[in-house]
Nanobody
């Protein structure tokens, strides 16, 4: 059974940083593409960034480029999303998702496995 568990969210002030974690079981994340998405109330789930299996290439949404960084700890079967210089508009539930085929992408339909999400709230 594949399971993804996110953690690390919280209530922070604008300008602060957080490190979100996505730990997998039943699935080897270093062999998968892992994407991060976020969803605010009443809005669609938007792409934040992803790390591909092939070559470990990362890609980010323009809105977070330069502030967010994805990394992987293969020994822990965990993917991290470092979020810096947080803004009020970054407030959302953050989800990680995995594509065992390794390709991933920037749309939700390309990822068959999802975590339950972790809330990030940024106060202005």
């Amino acid at each position: 059974q594949v399971q993804l568990v996110e953690s690390g969210g919280g209530l922070v002030q604008a300008g602060d940083s957080l490190r979100l974690s996505c730990t997998g079981s039943g699935l080897t994340l270093k062999l998968s593409a892992v994407g991060w998405f976020r969803q605010s109330p009443g809005k669609e789930r938007d792409f934040v960034g992803a790390v591909m299996h092939f070559g470990g290439r990362t890609v980010y949404a323009d809105s977070v480029k330069g502030r967010f960084t994805i990394s992987r700890d293969d020994a822990e079967n965990t993917v991290y999303l470092q979020v810096n210089s947080l803004k009020f508009e970054d407030t959302a539930v953050y989800y990680c998702a995995a594509d065992p085929a390794g390709f991933g992408g920037q749309t939700t339909r390309e990822y068959p496995y999802w975590g339950q999400g972790t809330q990030v709230t940024v106060s202005s």
